[in-house]
C-alpha cells in the first residue's frame, strides 16, 4: 500500500511536468508492462525509497478555463479527500492570480500536509519575485523548475517526510474493492451478497459519495467489501468525470487485495473501465471481471458470451489470465460465484512456491527451450526464486540479465502459470546478476 499525492493548481502552470519528472523515477513500476494503454494521470513514484502514487489533476481537464473555474473547487476538494498530502503549483511568471487565491481559501482549512511549489524559478529575479507567494498564507514555498527540475529534490525530500508508512499487514481480513464505472452496478452487487439494502440504490449515476466498508461473513468466508464511490456528473460537465472515477478507484485499489471490476454489458469494456482495470494491475492486486445486466443484452445468440470474452482478453493483452464472468445483480445470477471466484484469486495472490521445488519445474523448461540469445551472447539461467513479497514476484538469476528482453520474460511467466495457479494475479519477473 502506499500514499496518494495529488497535484493541484489552475492550468498551465506546469503540473504535468512535475507530475512526468516525478514518475519517471520508478519507470520499471510504471511500464511494467509493454504495449498497453497508460493512462496519463496516474503513477507511482519513489523517492528515498518511500513509494507512493502521484494523481495529477490538471490532466483530466480539458475544456477551457471557464469551465476550470466552475470545476477547481470540487477538483480540489476531491484531492484534498482522497490524498495523504498535496502540492499546490503557481507560476511565478503570472504571479499570485485570483484563482490561485480560491484554490489557496480551500486549502488553507485543510489539516493534510500542503505543499506550496512556486514554479519556472530558474533565475535570482525570479527567485526573488516569488516571495509574493507568502501572501497565500500557506507559509513556505519551494523553488522549482520542473522542466529542467531543479528544486524538485528540495520539495520532494520535505514531502516524503510527512507521507504516512503504509506496510503491509499481515493476518488482516481480506479486503475485496468493487470497483467500475458509475451505475454499472457496484451497490446493487454488494446488497444483493450482504442481503440488505445497506446502499441507496438509484439510477442517477454516482449517489455513492465515499468508500465504505462492509464486513461480510457468510457460506464460509470471512472479508471486507470495499463499494467505491461513484460521481455525480453534471450534464454539461464532460471533464469531471473520468477524474472522479479514477480518483476515488485509485483510493480503493491501493487499499485493497482483489478488485471485483463490476462493467455494465450494455455499454461492453469501454475505456475507463479498461483505466481501472491496469490501475489494478499496476498496483499487483487481484482481479476479477465481472461483466454484469447480462440479461439486458438483446438478440444473445450460442457464441455471444465467447465473442464478449474474446473482446475483453485482446483489451487486456499480454495479461489474459484473469477470470471472467457473467453476472446479473438484478436475478443474482452468479453472483456468489462472483465472490468464491475473488478468494481463490486471494489465496492464488499469497501464494508461495518452495524454492527447491520451482527450481525443479522451471529450470529444465528453460533448459528444453534453449537459453535466450542477443548479439550472439547466451543467457544461462542458473537459479530463480520467488520473493518475500506480498504478491507474486519472482527473480531470475543468470550471467547476462541485461540481454533478457520481454518476449522471454512473458515466456517465463507463461510457463509460471501452466504449472502453478496465478489466475486473477499480476506476476513481476527480475532478472538478476548470479
Known sequence: ??????IVGRPNVGKSTLFNRMIQRREAIVDAVSGV???????????NGKEFSVIDTGGYILGSDDVFEKEIDKQVELAVDEADAIIFMVDVESGVTGMDEDVAKLLRRVDKPVFLAVNKVDNAKRAEDAVEFYSLGLGEYYNLSSINGSGTGELLDALVKVLPDKEYIENELPRFAVVG???AGKSSFINALIGEERYIVTDIAGTTRDSIDTKYNRFGFEFNLVDTAGIRRKAKVKEDLEFYSVMRSVRAIEHCDVCLLVLDATRGFDGQVENIFWLAHRNHKGIVILVNKWDLVEDKETNTMKQFTQKIKEAIEPFTDVPILFISVLTKQRIFKAIETAVE??????????????????????????PPAYKGKYVKIKFCTQLPTPYPQFAFFCNLPQYVREPYKRYLENKIRENFDFTGVPITIFMRKK
Not at 1 to 6: G, N, P
Not at 37 to 45: A, E, F, I, P
Request: hydrophobic share 35%; glycine share 4%.
Open 181 to 183: 464505472r458509475p451505475n
Open 1 to 6: 500500500m502506499s500514499a496518494i499525492v495529488a
Open 37 to 47: 494503454t497508460r493512462d496519463r494521470h496516474y503513477g507511482k513514484s519513489d523517492w
Open 345 to 370: 484469486v486471494y489465496k492464488n495472490r499469497s501464494k508461495k512456491i518452495v524454492t527447491r521445488k520451482f527450481n525443479d519445474i522451471m529450470l529444465p523448461i528453460i533448459e528444453n527451450y534453449g
